[in-house]
């Protein structure tokens, strides 16, 4: 009896071409009966000749995909990846920060792919399931961006690669290049909206009564360029006033870096403030978990349309560099850590212009000295002297 043998040929139930593989286990003495699915004959030659290569150098093929539901492989990444994030000291080792996205995502896939087996998931049929998404309106009834859905795809790629990792796939469909790319962040529309000093102004007129929360924050999103997960996280613990600084911690930024901000004189002044009413709670903004309903009520009734609060983020990096800060320390103090950094290199005098521009009623002398007052906050924040500090170069 040969050791092994293998095939490919065109499956026209399935419409898909096969790679079949028929090895003998040396442990059980019997045949096994593998195959993979592809879309095109070169494709399924490439994938027998890996499943040959694989049981060549371990001696046999531990894992049958095809007996493995993507139901199967969605139950067991939960139990071993979708848990809360496990922490060695400050540094994330295991899990996640947030759940409820991955949850939603993995949900939208068992719904669509849940009794499929992993083997027979091809390339082909994630480009439909991606069409599908982005005709699929959200639970709100807006339509799904493209960008959204590239979040989903991306998390799919995830749980496919740990099946590749577990021996329950023998290779991510995702990295097979017939056609378009499944993932295309060209095809994303990043967001530009910055919010001008004006717009700015009026929004923290409106902070008042049970909105006073939000002054507070918006002013620090605004300097400092901190996520919002980030703002709400922080402790007094993380704030060194005598030297004017705020120290995340790895812990709580997103990329799990730690990193130091300059306070600027208005956040210094504002979190001084805040610290003075708040002996309560270790954290600077007293625990809370979300401002959203209260940030879209300021944006209404300021008359402030299509700002959402990750777009203060954008005016601290777009504000430093137009005052002069070197964009290495605005992105460094910022904690960008992607290619996304090089789109705020692009600031033109139109972006300059829109910044200074009054809403209707407001003065615009006043719009103008309240922007130069930020910028000149920033300059003098974020010195050139802080480059050496901020990326972490001792000092001789």
């Known amino acids: 009896m040969k050791t092994r043998t293998g095939y490919t040929y065109y499956d026209e139930n399935r419409k898909s071409w096969v790679a079949r ?3 003998i286990d040396p442990t059980t003495g019997k045949r096994q009966n593998l195959k993979r699915y592809a879309d095109t004959k070169a494709d399924a030659v490439r994938l027998l000749r890996k499943m040959i290569g694989e049981y060549e150098q371990k001696g046999k093929v531990l894992v049958d995909p095809g007996k493995v539901t993507f139901a199967d492989l969605a139950e067991r990444f939960t139990k071993d990846r979708l848990i809360p994030a496990q922490y060695a000291g400050e540094k994330k080792v295991a899990g996640r920060r947030e759940l409820s996205a991955p949850r939603a995502f993995l949900k939208a896939l068992i719904e669509h792919f849940g009794r499929r087996k992993l083997a027979d998931i091809k390339h082909s049929e994630i480009e439909q399931y991606k069409l599908k998404r982005l005709q699929t309106k959200t ?6 961006t493209i960008a959204a859905v590239n979040r989903e795809l991306e998390f799919f790629r995830t749980v496919l690669n740990y099946a590749v990792a577990n021996k329950l796939l023998s290779e991510n469909p995702f990295n097979i290049k017939s056609g378009r790319p499944l993932i295309e962040k060209a095809a994303e529309n990043k967001r530009e909206r910055v919010p001008g000093f004006g717009e700015e ?8 009564g049970d909105r006073a929360h939000l002054k507070p924050i918006l002013i620090v999103a605004a300097d400092t360029g901190l996520r919002m997960n980030e703002l709400l996280t922080l402790g007094w613990a993380d704030t060194d006033f005598e030297q004017k600084q705020i120290r995340l911690r790895a812990f709580n930024a997103k ?5 130091s901000v300059p306070m600027t004189a208005r956040v210094f002044e504002t979190l001084t403030e805040l610290q003075s009413h708040n002996e309560e709670s270790d954290l600077v903004f007293g625990g809370l978990k979300e401002v959203k309903r209260s940030f879209r009520t300021a944006c209404r009734l300021a008359g402030v349309k299509n700002l959402n609060k990750h777009d203060f983020r954008h005016a601290f990096v777009t504000r430093a560099i137009l005052a002069g800060v070197p964009p290495a320390v605005a992105l460094q103090a910022s904690g960008h850590a992607s290619e996304e950094w090089k789109r705020y290199l692009n600031v033109t005098p139109e972006t300059l212009k829109g910044l200074f521009a009054p809403l209707p009623r407001q003065d615009a002398e006043v719009v103008k000295q309240y922007g130069l007052e930020i910028l000149r906050g920033l300059r003098d924040a974020l010195k050139i002297d802080d480059l050496l500090t901020l990326l972490a170069v001792p000092v001789r």
């Not at 639970?139 to 799904?144: D, E, F, S, V």
């Not at 990329?255 to 990193?259: K, V």
Request: net charge positive; glycine share 4%.
């Open 201 to 208: 102004l009026a929004l923290i007129s409106f902070c008042t």
């Open 139 to 144: 639970y709100a009834g807006r339509h799904r």
């Open 21 to 23: 593989f028929a090895p």
């Open 255 to 259: 990329t799990n870096r730690a990193r």
